[in-house]
C-alpha cells in the first residue's frame, strides 16, 4: 500500500503551482527514496521522509490539477494517469487540469520508458483520488452535521442522499485541507462496474486539440528572447577525437557567431557529449553552414574496424562458441545426441535507430547559476543528474522543463543532447538551443545492437520436440556503461530466457560482441531480435511437422501453467514486477493466439498466393499475438493485407490509447522486418536520413484491427510489447503463402517489397 499524506500545508507546494487554498494530497510508492535535501530543509524531521511521486490539487474554483510526472511522446500517458485519478475521485472531466512535472526525485522515477508508466502507478493513483474523495465526503459531512455515511461524490460534487443536497467539490477545499488522511486500509476503492473513464473509450485526449492545431511545444520548438543555435559536428567513429579544423573558415559565413571545440569523448559513452565542433549562429541555417565549412580532420579510434559484413561474420562464430548460459533446464547435450533428427537455423536482425519524427533538440539558460532547461526527454532526472555531474552546477540549480515529444522509443531516454546544450550555454553565457539534424540523429545515435542468433532443436522419432538450444551473440547496452563489456546480461531476460514452449530440455547461452558504437534500449529492446527467432523456428517446425501453424504453436506452448525459471539457472527480472502479481501464464499466451486468429478467420480458404502468419510474444508483462495476410504476385512482391493483433495487457485503462499503440507497433514492426538497417564502413554508419534508413510507407501498412481482451488483473505493459511479433508473423506468412523462408532482416535485400 502506498503512504498517502495531506500535504496541502507544506512548503515545497509552491513549485507545483498549488495555491494556499487547495487540498493537496501526495502519494509516496512504496520503497521509495528520501525526500531530498533540497526540500528536507523546509520539513518537519518528523515528516521529512515523505517524498510524493503522485500530487492531487483539488482548489476553490472546483477545478482538479493532477500532476502528470511522466513524458509525453504519443502514449496518451498525460490521459492516462488523470482518467485514473479521477474515477476514483468523481471528478468532473471538464474540470480536471493536467500539470506537466519538472524533473525532480519528489516525484519518485520519472523514466517514461519499458512501458510501466500506467502498470507502476495505477494502483497508488487510484488510492490518491479515493483518498481525496472520502476527505470531501467527510468535509461535506461536517459541514451538513450529517453521519458521512449519508454523503458520496459524483460529477465534481459532494451530494448528501437524504435531502437531495449538493455542494462543488471546491467549496468544501477550506474545511478538507485541515482534516487528516484515511487510514489506507479504510479506503474503498470503485468497482470496475461502476468506472466511468477507466477502460472507456471515449475519454478525449487531453492534448488532442492542441496537437491537431498545432498550438503545442515540443523540444524543437521551445524559444527564448536572445536565444542562439547550436549544431555539432560530431565524430563519424566513436570515440575519434579532433585534431584540426578550420574555425575561421566557419564564422567567415554569415550568422555564426562562435565555433567551440567540445571535450572529447574518453569511453565508456554513457550520456556524455560525443564531443567535435559547435557552430553558435543566429539561425539554424547559418550553424549548418558553418559546420560544412569547418575542414575537421579526425584522429580515428579504434572502432574504425567496425565493418558490417565482417561483423556479421565474427557474431555467427561467436554465437557457436557461447561463454556464458542464460538458462538450462533439463540436460540439452544428452537430448541433442540422442535425437532422431537435429534442426538447426539461423537468423539475424542487423543493427537499428529509433528515427523519432523529432530529432533531439534542447534549450538551455545559465543564469545566476541556475539551469533553466526545456527538452523533449524521457528522463528528466537523468537530464538534470547528468547535466549537473558535467558542469559542476548542484542539481536542485538544474531546472528541467519537458516538452512534448515528438516520438521517442527509447532515443530520448538518453540526455546526450540536453548535456551539450547546457555545456555551451554555461560556456558562452548565452540561451543556446542544440539543434539536431536527422542524419546527426542516424549517424551520432544510440543504436539497437545487430543481433546473430541460432536454435536447433532436437526431435524424436514422432517429430516430437525434446532438445530446444538458443545460441546468441549481440553487443550488450551495458558497454555503453562500461568499457569492455561484451556478453549480454539483463537482455536474456527479453525474449530468450523466458521462451514459454514446453520442452523438457532448455538451454540459452551467449557469445561475445564487442561494441563500436553507442548501444542503447529502442522500443521492445532485445524482444525484437529473440522473437523474431523464437516465433520464426516455431514454423519451421510446424512445418517440419507438415502441422498447421496456429495448431503447433498452441502444442508448443502446452499446458496451461505459470512458469517458474527458478529452478532453471536463469535469472530473470520479469521487467521488474513480482512474478506473484506478473506471471509468466501460458494460459493467457495461448488466449490472444486464438483471439487472433479467430479475428483472421484462422483456416479459411485463401486466394491464390496469400498466406497467413502467425506469431506470439510476452513482454513487458503483456501478451501480444499478431496474424499476417500477404499475397505474391507473378512477379514475386509481396503485399501486406490486413494485420490483426490481440493484446492481452490486463487492466486496459484508456482502449483509444491501447488500439493506437498497437496500430503504432504494427507500423515499426513492418519498418524492421521490410527496410530497417543501418550497416558501417570503417566504423561509419553509411546511412544519414530516410532516403537510406528508410521506414515503412502508407501503401505499405495495411489495415489493422486490434482487439484488447478483457481480463482481470493488474495493468501490464502497453507502448512496447506490439512490436514483437510483427516481423517474425509477417515471415511466416510470406512463407505460407510462397514457401520461401527469410531468416535475415531486413526484407528488401530479397527484392520481394
Known amino acids: 500500500m502506498a503512504k498517502i499524506e495531506n500535504v496541502s500545508r507544506r512548503s515545497f507546494l509552491k513549485g507545483l503551482g498549488a495555491s494556499s487554498t487547495a487540498l493537496v494530497i501526495g502519494v509516496q510508492l512504496p520503497g521509495a527514496l528520501g525526500v531530498p535535501k533540497a526540500l528536507a530543509a523546509g520539513l518537519k524531521k518528523d515528516v521529512a521522509m515523505f517524498t510524493p511521486s503522485v500530487y492531487l490539487q483539488i482548489r476553490e474554483d472546483n477545478s482538479v490539477g493532477i500532476i502528470c510526472h511522466r513524458s509525453e511522446m504519443g502514449q496518451g500517458i498525460r490521459t492516462s494517469i488523470p482518467m485514473i485519478v479521477a474515477d476514483e475521485l468523481e471528478a468532473d472531466w471538464q474540470q480536471v487540469e493536467v500539470i506537466q512535472g519538472l524533473g525532480d526525485k519528489k516525484y519518485g522515477s520519472q523514466n517514461t520508458d519499458g512501458s510501466r508508466s500506467v502498470r507502476n502507478f495505477y494502483q497508488p493513483l487510484r488510492e490518491a483520488g479515493a483518498t481525496a474523495r472520502v476527505m470531501l465526503e467527510q468535509a461535506a459531512a461536517k459541514a451538513w452535521k450529517v453521519d458521512v455515511s449519508e454523503c458520496n461524490c459524483k460529477d465534481g460534487m459532494v451530494h448528501?442522499?437524504?435531502?437531495?443536497?449538493?455542494?462543488?467539490?471546491?467549496?468544501?477545499?477550506?474545511?478538507?485541507?485541515?482534516?487528516?488522511?484515511?487510514?489506507?486500509?479504510?479506503?474503498?476503492?470503485?468497482?470496475?462496474?461502476?468506472?466511468?473513464?477507466?477502460?472507456?473509450?471515449?475519454?478525449?485526449?487531453?492534448?488532442?486539440?492542441?496537437?491537431?492545431?498545432?498550438?503545442?511545444?515540443?523540444?524543437?520548438?521551445?524559444?527564448?528572447?536572445?536565444?542562439?543555435?547550436?549544431?555539432?559536428?560530431?565524430?563519424?567513429?566513436?570515440?575519434?577525437?579532433?585534431?584540426?579544423?578550420?574555425?575561421?573558415?566557419?564564422?567567415?559565413?554569415?550568422g555564426v557567431i562562435d565555433v567551440i571545440k567540445l571535450n572529447d569523448l574518453e569511453e565508456p559513452a554513457l550520456f556524455k557529449p560525443l564531443g567535435g565542433i559547435a557552430v553558435i549562429a543566429s539561425?539554424?541555417?547559418?550553424?549548418?553552414?558553418?559546420?560544412?565549412?569547418?575542414?575537421?580532420?579526425?584522429?580515428e579510434s579504434g572502432h574504425n574496424v567496425y565493418e558490417s559484413a565482417s561483423y556479421k561474420e565474427d557474431l555467427k562464430k561467436s554465437c557457436q562458441e557461447p561463454v556464458a548460459t542464460l538458462?538450462?533446464?533439463?540436460?540439452?547435450?544428452?537430448a541433442l545426441s540422442k535425437a532422431d533428427?537435429?534442426?538447426?537455423?539461423?537468423?539475424?536482425?542487423?543493427?537499428?535507430?529509433?528515427?523519432?519524427?523529432?530529432?533531439?533538440?534542447?534549450?538551455?539558460?545559465?543564469?545566476?547559476?541556475?539551469?533553466d532547461i526545456w527538452a523533449c526527454t524521457q528522463t528528466p532526472q537523468s537530464a538534470q543528474s547528468n547535466v549537473a555531474n558535467m558542469t559542476g552546477v548542484a542539481p536542485e540549480n538544474v531546472n528541467i522543463n519537458v516538452t512534448l515529444l515528438g516520438g521517442g522509443f527509447g532515443?530520448?531516454?538518453?540526455?546526450?543532447?540536453?548535456?551539450?546544450?547546457?555545456?555551451l550555454a554555461k560556456q558562452l553565457g548565452l540561451p543556446i538551443k542544440v539543434v539536431w539534424t536527422r542524419e546527426d540523429e542516424i549517424k551520432n545515435g544510440y543504436y539497437h545492437a545487430v543481433s546473430y542468433q541460432r536454435i536447433s532443436a532436437g526431435l524424436d522419432a514422432n517429430k516430437q520436440v525434446q532438445a530446444w538450444h538458443h545460441q546468441v551473440a549481440e553487443p550488450t547496452i551495458s558497454s555503453t556503461f562500461s568499457k569492455g563489456a561484451e556478453v549480454i546480461g539483463f537482455e536474456g531476460m527479453l525474449g530468450l530466457v523466458d521462451m514459454p514452449y514446453d520442452i523438457a530440455n532448455i538451454r540459452c547461452s551467449a557469445g561475445k560482441a564487442p561494441a563500436h558504437t553507442r548501444i542503447g534500449w529502442l522500443r521492445s529492446v532485445t524482444n525484437i531480435n529473440h522473437a523474431f527467432a523464437v516465433c520464426s523456428f516455431a514454423d519451421e517446425l510446424a512445418a517440419v511437422n507438415n502441422a498447421d501453424s496456429k495448431d503447433y504453436l498452441l502444442k508448443l506452448i502446452g499446458s496451461d501453467r505459470k512458469i517458474n525459471l527458478k529452478d532453471e539457472k536463469a535469472e530473470y527480472g520479469n521487467y521488474g514486477e513480482s512474478l506473484e502479481n506478473f506471471p509468466i501464464d501460458t494460459a493467457r499466451l495461448k488466449?490472444?493466439?486464438?483471439?487472433?486468429?479467430?479475428?483472421?478467420?484462422?483456416?479459411?480458404?485463401?486466394?491464390?498466393?496469400?498466406?497467413?502468419?502467425?506469431?506470439?510474444?510476452?513482454?513487458?508483462?503483456?501478451?501480444?499475438?499478431?496474424?499476417?495476410?500477404?499475397?505474391?504476385?507473378?512477379?514475386?512482391?509481396?503485399?501486406?493485407?490486413?494485420?490483426?493483433?490481440?493484446?492481452?495487457?490486463?487492466?486496459?485503462?484508456?482502449?483509444?490509447?491501447i488500439k493506437s499503440q498497437m496500430e503504432g507497433a504494427?507500423?515499426?514492426?513492418?519498418s524492421i522486418a521490410f527496410h530497417g538497417e543501418l550497416t558501417a564502413k570503417g566504423g561509419v554508419i553509411e546511412q544519414g536520413n530516410f532516403d537510406g534508413y528508410q521506414l515503412a510507407r502508407m501503401m505499405e501498412v495495411p489495415p489493422t484491427h486490434v482487439n484488447i481482451l478483457e481480463v482481470d488483473a493488474p495493468p501490464g505493459g502497453v507502448g512496447e510489447p506490439g512490436v514483437p511479433p510483427v516481423a517474425p508473423a509477417i515471415c511466416n506468412a510470406i512463407f505460407n503463402a510462397t514457401g520461401k523462408r527469410y531468416r535475415e532482416l531486413p526484407l528488401k535485400q530479397y527484392n520481394i517489397i
Open 283 to 299: 539561425n539554424t541555417w547559418a550553424a549548418l553552414k558553418g559546420r560544412e565549412a569547418l575542414e575537421i580532420e579526425w584522429q
Open 341 to 371: 533428427n537435429v534442426i538447426s537455423y539461423d537468423y539475424y536482425v542487423p543493427e537499428l535507430i529509433h528515427a523519432p519524427m523529432e530529432a533531439p533538440a534542447a534549450l538551455a539558460k545559465f543564469e545566476n547559476g541556475v539551469f
Open 411 to 423: 532515443r530520448k531516454s538518453k540526455p546526450d543532447f540536453i548535456v551539450e546544450a547546457a555545456v
Open 666 to 670: 504494427a507500423v515499426f514492426g513492418i
Open 327 to 334: 538458462r538450462d533446464k533439463g540436460d540439452v547435450e544428452a
Open 160 to 254: 448528501h442522499k437524504n435531502s437531495g443536497n449538493k455542494v462543488p467539490f471546491g467549496e468544501l477545499v477550506p474545511i478538507a485541507v485541515n482534516l487528516p488522511v484515511p487510514e489506507p486500509g479504510t479506503l474503498k476503492l470503485k468497482n470496475k462496474k461502476d468506472f466511468k473513464f477507466i477502460g472507456k473509450s471515449d475519454v478525449a485526449l487531453i492534448d488532442g486539440k492542441d496537437i491537431a492545431t498545432g498550438n503545442t511545444v515540443y523540444g524543437i520548438d521551445a524559444s527564448l528572447p536572445e536565444m542562439k543555435y547550436a549544431v555539432i559536428a560530431r565524430p563519424p567513429v566513436l570515440a575519434s577525437k579532433v585534431k584540426s579544423f578550420n574555425a575561421d573558415k566557419a564564422k567567415a559565413i554569415k
Open 591 to 657: 488466449a490472444v493466439v486464438e483471439d487472433a486468429a479467430s479475428m483472421a478467420k484462422w483456416g479459411r480458404k485463401l486466394p491464390k498466393g496469400h498466406g497467413l502468419g502467425i506469431a506470439v510474444h510476452r513482454s513487458f508483462v503483456s501478451y501480444v499475438a499478431c496474424v499476417v495476410e500477404v499475397s505474391s504476385n507473378s512477379q514475386g512482391k509481396v503485399k501486406l493485407e490486413d494485420i490483426w493483433m490481440s493484446v492481452d495487457c490486463g487492466t486496459a485503462v484508456n482502449p483509444e490509447r
